[in-house]
């Protein structure tokens, strides 16, 4: 119970330290989703009914995944930065909970993009999903690998070093990454290096969740998910956890 | 080891490593117990802050243990962490938040109850006189009034220790006497506080206790009695010189400094009736503006033993 308060706490700690820019961030968070919905439909012309289904579902991954591996690393390193990360951490909180608290703050924060990306590509492209039940805890579990890893590399990386990395991993997530389009587009390495990677199994689990007559995700690429889930997890309360 | 022992370091060293590797704590002892106001004294990269890291687990000791309310706080840092309440060096950022919503946010994540909280903070804002920005963005406030802050956030729910790195750092002359009164107000009410500080004469009439740190070790420890009573029996004259003239001390004096327009010096307590007649004519000369005689001060002490070292640390160094 005391976990809980304390996440929230800290939670509203970070919210409220970012008020200034919350209505901007979520401004900019939807312009993503919608974003990468529209630009990609005109990159394609019209696209044929699967192809649109395919965009439509991919864009709220691609929400999830620029919130959690750019955000959460850039408020990370900037904490680093002003100094306030090592007198968080003086304070008697156990410390996943600055990873929960965090994560909780973005997640929140990327929904309403989120919910609009999907609401945006069904009317554009004119397709109909099929939501599974285990939408919401699916989306939850790539909300919160995204922000693990982001996390994990703001923590081991130095804060300019770390805000490069995750600027060029948003393009290789926006382009090289088969999120918005099939992965039968890409190279056979780059289809390889996907098997391994997280962000494959994201969209393939978010498309389920959002249009499972027409999508399902495979054990192997759950299992490849959560494994990193659980690993960048684990890298990022360590990180948090070291001392000097 | 007594019962109200809160903090007992023994043979702590840190070496941090790397291509110019710093031995920054090398042996050290300290004891704060309950009750307590210990100040820290030392030089820029004496090794306090890294002792404060320490003892609140964000650096690993390479030797050397630290006891914390019981708590050994280096197999246990979680625990320790829970024992104790830290004001860094560095203002912590508070910019979105206001002083008092700052203050309630932390009193609660320290495990305090929203009505208590709410109450003590709003004590803290009265007794530093914080009213007139306690509710204003944090963008807004002075250096000063941030530092009262972070002060108010560290005391607003206590841990068994109390660490203050340098609070009265930017804090105007009016409101630092209302801090040192909150401090001494901690350990009365039962708290250790261990108190980093460069500021040794506003320090002198608040802790009980004092540690001299330098080169990562302890020079002197004791009551601010025992440590100036090599001194007693000496006083120090100061006299501020007007531009352009020059001053030759009497016989007794030591000249101790010199700078623009300001000379001091030491005299045996004996001849300071001579002295004090031989200063009054320098003011009637128009050679001097003003003249005072004070008691040697805890920081005479403080900077000639840190100057002792130094003389001896060359050596040292060559051979390291």
């Not at chain 2, 007693?232 to 020059?246: C, I, K, M, S, Y």
């Not at chain 2, 001390?249 to 002295?275: C, H, K, M, Q, T």
Request: net charge neutral.
């Amino acid at each position: 119970m005391t976990a809980v308060r304390q996440t929230l706490l800290l939670a509203q700690w970070q919210f409220r330290r970012q008020s200034t820019f919350l209505p901007l961030l979520v401004v900019v968070q939807v312009f993503i989703a919608v974003a990468t919905v529209v630009g990609y439909g005109l990159l394609v012309g019209d696209p044929p009914p699967e192809v649109a289904l395919y965009l439509a579902t991919g864009a709220p991954t691609i929400t999830l995944i620029t919130v959690g591996l750019v955000m959460t690393p850039q408020l990370l390193a900037q904490s680093k930065t002003e100094g306030s990360l090592d007198w968080m951490r003086t304070l008697p909180v156990p410390r996943g909970l600055f990873l929960a608290s965090d994560l909780l703050v973005w997640t929140v924060l990327a929904l309403p993009g989120m919910v609009l990306g999907v609401l945006v590509g069904a009317a554009r492209f004119d397709i109909e999903l099929s939501i599974a039940p285990w939408l919401v805890p699916a989306t939850l579990l790539v909300s919160m690998t995204a922000a693990a890893v982001g996390y994990a590399l703001a923590s081991v990386l130095p804060p300019p070093l770390a805000s490069l990395v995750t600027q060029m991993l948003v393009f290789v997530v926006l382009l090289f990454s088969p999120v918005s389009y099939p992965a039968e587009r890409m190279p056979t390495w780059l289809q390889q290096v996907h098997e391994w990677a997280p962000i494959e199994p994201m969209a393939q689990l978010v498309r389920a969740g959002l249009a499972q007559d027409a999508f399902t995700i495979s054990g192997r690429s759950l299992l490849v998910l959560v494994v990193w889930c659980l690993v960048a997890t684990g890298a990022a309360a360590m990180a948090l956890r070291r001392r000097a | 080891m007594g019962q109200d022992e809160v903090l007992t370091v023994r043979g702590l060293r840190k070496r941090y490593r790397g291509r110019r590797g710093v031995q920054a704590n090398d042996g050290i002892d300290l004891d704060v117990r309950a009750g307590q106001v210990v100040g820290l004294l030392g030089h820029n990269g004496a090794g306090k802050t890294t002792l404060v890291n320490q003892v609140v687990g964000l650096v690993l000791p390479d030797e050397g243990t630290i006891v914390l309310d019981g708590i050994d706080a280096v197999a246990r840092p979680g625990q320790a962490r829970a024992r104790a309440s830290i004001q860094a060096q560095a203002n912590v950022p508070i910019t979105g938040l206001t002083p008092r919503l700052a203050i309630e946010l932390v009193g609660r994540l320290r495990g305090g109850e929203r009505s208590a909280v709410r109450t003590r903070a709003g004590e803290l804002i009265e007794a530093l006189d914080l009213g007139p920005w306690a509710d204003t963005r944090a963008e807004k406030v002075s250096g000063g009034i941030a530092r009262l802050t972070a002060f108010a956030m560290t005391v607003v729910q206590p841990g068994r220790l109390v660490v203050l790195d340098e609070p009265t750092n930017d804090v105007d002359p009016v409101r630092r006497r209302l801090l040192w009164q909150q401090i001494r107000r901690l350990a009365d009410e039962g708290a250790g506080v261990l108190l980093v500080t460069h500021n040794v004469r506003e320090a002198e009439r608040v802790v009980d206790r004092l540690a001299v740190l330098d080169h990562g070790v302890v020079l002197a420890a004791g009551t601010p009695a025992g440590l100036t009573a090599s001194r007693q029996g000496t006083l120090t004259v100061e006299l501020d010189l007007l531009p352009g003239a020059t001053v030759t001390w009497p016989d007794g004096v030591v000249a101790r400094g010199s700078s623009r327009l300001r000379e001091s010096g030491s005299v045996p307590a004996e001849d300071a009736a001579e002295v004090v007649r031989w200063a009054q004519r320098q003011v009637h000369q128009g050679a001097i503006e003003r003249y005072s005689l004070v008691p040697a001060s805890l920081e005479d002490v403080y900077v000639e033993l840190v100057e002792d070292e130094r003389r001896d640390a060359p050596a040292e160094e060559v051979a390291a």
